[in-house]
């Protein structure tokens, strides 16, 4: 299994970004799949989670903001941020689980300045 995310840049406070996380394995589509990020001196964080079935969680400090959603057909899963604070900047990573185990992209950096 591979995941590459892309899409992380640098944002003023305020502004938009779109993550993707492309997924090799063809069991996608029954895929648990998620958003974390980690600031720099913090642990790994949930940001947004969709089940295989469409089902979204999203962490309190970015909901109404973030959307996550996901193509079955492109193997591909993203994040919609908006309203982008300071507090976003973090490397953004892509998880995926499937058949029980739980994969990682190697993360893209986003960066909000204020």
């Known amino acids: 299994v591979q995941l590459v995310e892309s899409g992380g840049g640098l944002v003023q406070a305020g502004g938009s970004l779109r993550l993707s996380c492309a997924a090799s394995?063809?069991?996608?589509?029954?895929?648990?799949m998620a958003w974390y990020r980690q600031a720099p001196g913090k642990q790994r964080e949930f940001v947004a989670r969709?089940?295989?079935?469409?089902?979204?969680v999203y962490e309190d400090s970015v909901k109404g903001r973030f959307t996550i959603s996901r193509d079955n057909a492109k193997n591909t899963l993203w994040l919609q941020m908006g309203s982008l604070k300071p507090e976003d900047t973090a490397v953004y990573y892509c998880?995926?689980?499937?058949?029980?185990?739980?994969?990682w992209g190697q993360g893209t950096q986003v960066t909000v300045s204020s």
């Open positions: 998880r995926q689980i499937i058949q029980g185990s739980v994969y």
């Open positions: 394995e063809t069991g996608f589509s029954d895929s648990d």
């Open positions: 969709v089940t295989s079935g469409g089902f979204a």
